[in-house]
């Protein structure tokens, strides 16, 4: 089972990090929360400028919608790679989340001007727009996001 086989990859070496990061991931989308951000942030604590850990623990706050704990995990990752356009959107949905429409408007943006053939953040910017009222803006993102084949 993979969870036993980072456990002994953990065992063998405690440091490797992205064991941790790939256990919590296993666990997380077993329903192991907890676990999951147990993982995460003992990889947090080995390297605390490792974006893949923070990026990790961001996702499964959100699931649990505890939205500003994300937000803040999301900061992190964008702090030290500013590029990342995965979580400039995921940091859009937890704003989303919290209802922060214009927030995650600007996250979702900021994705598409990082990777402008970014789908699912068209398709997400495309809803925000349309909760505010912008049919028209929000048509011209879901056809985008379709000529990406999202």
Known sequence: MPVEDFSQAIQCNPAFIEAYVNR?????RLGETSEAISD???AIQ???RFPPAYYARGNTWR??????QAISDYNHVLALDPHRADAYNNRGNAYLGKGELEA???????AISINPFYGLAYFNRGLVLLLLGMAEDSQKDFDQAVKLNF
């Open 24 to 28: 919590g991931e296993i666990r997380r």
């Open 40 to 42: 995460f942030g003992r």
């Open 46 to 48: 080995i390297n605390p």
């Open 63 to 68: 699931g649990l919608k505890e939205f500003d």
């Open 104 to 110: 995650a408007r600007a996250d979702y943006a900021r």
